[in-house]
């Protein structure tokens, strides 16, 4: 099987986030393969090693970004894929596209990716990406069975469990209970660190020069700082009747 993997490099989301001049300070802050993405890079490597085949893991990125697919080497990836072009770099329409431009005229069996990245969290680069290929996408799977062409996933569907039949090629999104990430091994580290990564360009990619963002961020900020509790005195008559007037008045909640 051709199997690759579309992922991203993310904020360690054990990092405490410092906003500054209206954008996240990312001076000294440790960078990591995107959580749910280790779940389809788990996925990946269990398919090739029952199914056969080859796993490549792609992504769209600045240089740090190859600690994210060397991580991912280092867990048993085959091959490796880093899109470092600026001119490439931009929101969910754009990387998407970008993506649909690498896989256009290769053979693919199925793609995995992450439910959704944990700085956007907008979870919509994936399914963009299905629908530019024409290929059938199910997402938040937490589970995969594959005999011949014949795809059954579970999805999680609202604390529910749906059924997904599909067929091959097909896009995954993966997320936490379809499978135990493993730890990558020493060996499998030194190993990745010598792995040569494939980084096309632009012109290698045959990239529409016309395609840009659909949307920006304008701007970052942390939720203001909540305020002290507030214990309200008297019976029970004069606390109810004073919740009541706060809630109306102050918090206009009634």
Known sequence: MNIFVALKQTFDTEEKIVVENGSVKEDGVRFVLNPYDEYAVEEAIKLRDELGGQVTVVTVGPERAQEALRTALA??????VHITDEALFGDEYKVSNVLASYFNGKEFDIILTGNQAVDSGSGQTAVRLAELLNIAHVSTITKLEINGTDVVAHRDAEGDLEVVGAKLPLLVTCQQGLNDPRYPSLIGIRKANKKPLDT??????????????????????????????????GDNAQRVTELVNLLKNEAKVL
């Open 200 to 233: 096309p360009s632009a012109g290698d990619l045959g990239v529409d020069a016309a395609i840009s963002s659909k949307s920006s961020v304008q701007e970052t900020f942390l939720p203001a700082a909540k305020a002290a509790g507030r214990i309200i005195e």
């Open 75 to 80: 867990m048993g990836a085959d091959e490796a």
